[in-house]
C-alpha cells in the first residue's frame, strides 16, 4: 500500500518569498508517479505539477519546482516569488500505475497562508 | 475545452436516503474517478473506472456504488445515507497512465 506524509498543517509566508511544502512518500513499488494539487476555497482540485519515478531531473512548472529526492522518499513542493493568490490548501498525492489503477492516494494536506 | 463538470453543486439529504451524483469527463478522457473528501482531510479514493469498466474501488462500504456510460460520463450512488456522508465528492478524469487526473468542481454532500 501506497502512503503520502505532509507534516505541516499550516504555514505562512511572506509574499514574494519562496516556501517549501514538505512530502514524504512510502511504497514499495519502483514505478510511481508523484503529483502536487492546488485547492482553493472554492474546493476545486487544480493540478501543478507531477515527477514521474525514473525521471532524472526535477520538475518544474514555471514558479513551481519539485525536489525530488528518491533516496529519502521526498518530494517536496517550492513555490518562488508567492503570491497572495497561492493562498491555498495544497495536497501531495502519488499513483502507482502498475497496480492496474490510476488511482491517486493522498496527504493531509498543507495550508498555506500567503501575508502582504 | 470544458473541463470536468459535475452535478448538483451542492445536496441537502436526510439520513436514509439515497443520492446519486453525477460527472462528466473532459473530452476524449476515457477513465473517470470518484473521491471523497472529509471536511479537513485529504481525498480518499473511491471507485475507477475505464472504458466502462471497474478498474479499482477503495476502502468503501457496498451502500457505494457507480457505473460509466458509453459516452464515458458517470454516476455514484450511494445508498443509505448516514451523516459520515456527508462531504465533498470529487470527480476526476485522465486520458492515460503517466498524466495527471483533471478534477471536477465537486458535488458537496450535507446529510442531516
Known amino acids: 500500500a501506497q502512503k503520502i506524509t505532509q507534516t505541516q498543517p499550516g504555514m505562512f509566508v511572506q509574499e514574494k518569498e519562496a516556501v517549501t511544502l514538505d512530502c514524504t512518500y512510502d511504497t514499495s513499488d519502483q514505478s510511481y508517479g508523484l503529483f502536487w494539487y492546488k485547492q482553493p476555497s472554492s474546493g476545486e482540485m487544480i493540478f501543478l505539477i507531477y515527477q514521474g519515478s525514473y525521471d532524472e531531473q526535477n520538475a518544474t512548472e514555471g514558479r513551481y519546482s519539485l525536489n525530488f529526492q528518491k533516496a529519502r522518499k521526498s518530494a517536496n513542493l517550492v513555490i518562488s516569488a508567492s503570491q497572495l493568490g497561492d493562498s491555498a490548501m495544497y495536497f501531495c498525492?502519488?499513483?502507482?500505475?502498475?497496480?492496474?489503477?490510476?488511482?491517486?492516494?493522498f496527504g493531509s494536506g498543507t495550508r498555506l497562508q500567503v501575508q502582504p | 475545452d470544458a473541463g470536468v463538470t459535475q452535478s448538483p453543486t451542492h445536496l441537502i439529504k436526510t439520513r436514509g436516503q439515497q443520492v446519486t451524483l453525477r460527472c462528466s469527463p473532459i473530452s476524449g478522457h476515457k477513465s473517470v474517478s470518484w473521491y471523497q473528501q472529509v471536511l479537513g482531510q485529504g481525498p480518499q479514493f473511491i471507485f475507477q473506472y475505464y472504458e466502462k469498466e471497474e478498474r479499482g474501488r477503495g476502502n468503501f462500504p457496498d451502500r457505494f456504488s457507480a457505473r460509466q456510460f458509453p459516452n464515458y460520463s458517470s454516476e455514484l450512488n450511494v445508498n443509505a445515507l448516514l451523516l459520515g456522508d456527508s462531504a465533498l465528492y470529487l470527480c476526476?478524469?485522465?486520458?492515460?497512465?503517466?498524466?495527471?487526473?483533471?478534477f471536477g468542481p465537486g458535488t458537496r454532500l450535507t446529510v442531516l
Open positions: 498525492a502519488m499513483t502507482v500505475p502498475d497496480t492496474g489503477r490510476r488511482a491517486l492516494t
Open positions: 476526476a478524469s485522465s486520458s492515460g497512465r503517466f498524466v495527471e487526473q483533471f
